[in-house]
């Protein structure tokens, strides 16, 4: 007898019948799909191709053989499909049956009580894992450290926006005063050697101004300074 279907004979179901099944079985399930429990009619009176339900963790299926049991119809339905499971206990097995949400209403009987029970039970399971998924939380995502390629990366921009600065060395005064201790432009641009305000054309002022407005943009020189130098330049325009 095959492993594949011994399990499924611990409440007396006809091997033959299991066999027969399970050996299609093979065919119809799908990726990740596995069965949970087959049910076996059984009938008073000798049935040589009593009909089969199969629970998967997917769906329902009924089995009916045909044809002198040649050939068997399935007909499944997906758990989502399913409204609710039932099972009734007559004096000559059971009977379970199910309704789905478009109403329809599917019945098996002379299910032996055993086997009746345990599919209901599998069904009710399988209705509330839909009803009520199992959440996984997400593990902790840990704060990844910087790198020391990262580091290197943070260095050369700095690297690169020290030199772009320099590139405005020749309009500093050879020592940038503070705010409290600034003298007038026109006093520190004649100590210098450099020409006067008085003596630059408009456009020339104008450069200069646009040059003063660099530094504070690059944070070089205060908004106080900045203003002062605006004054001094506009009152030569």
Do not use: H
Not at 87 to 112: A, C, Q, R
């Amino acid at each position: 007898m095959k492993e594949q279907f011994k399990k499924f004979l611990n409440e007396e179901q006809d091997p033959k019948a299991i066999e027969k099944i399970t050996s299609k079985l093979n065919d119809l399930l799908m990726k990740g799909e596995e069965v949970g429990y087959i049910a076996v009619q059984k009938k008073p009176a000798i049935t040589v191709f009593p009909d089969s339900i199969v629970l998967t963790n997917k769906r329902i299926i009924i089995c009916k053989p045909k044809n002198l049991g040649l050939s068997m119809d399935f007909t499944d339905y997906t758990w989502d499909d399913i409204a609710g499971a039932f099972v009734k206990e007559n004096i000559l097995g059971s009977e379970f049956s199910f309704n789905t949400n478009t109403d329809l209403s599917i019945s098996i009987d002379y299910i032996p009580k055993i086997q009746a029970r345990k599919i209901y039970t599998y069904a009710k399971e399988q209705l509330d894992l839909l009803k009520n998924p199992v959440t996984i939380s997400a593990p902790a995502i840990e704060t990844a450290q910087p790198t020391p390629e990262v580091e290197n990366f943070e260095d050369e921009i700095e690297e690169v926006e020290t030199e772009e600065v320099t590139n405005y060395a020749e309009i500093l005064p050879a020592t940038t005063p503070s705010y409290e201790t600034y003298e007038p432009i026109q006093q520190t641009q004649s100590s210098t050697g450099e020409r006067k305000l008085s003596e630059l054309s408009k456009e020339e002022l104008f450069d200069k101004l646009q040059n003063y407005k660099k530094l504070l943009d690059n944070g070089l020189i205060m908004q106080g300074e900045y203003d002062v130098y605006k004054k001094e330049i506009l009152s030569y325009m």
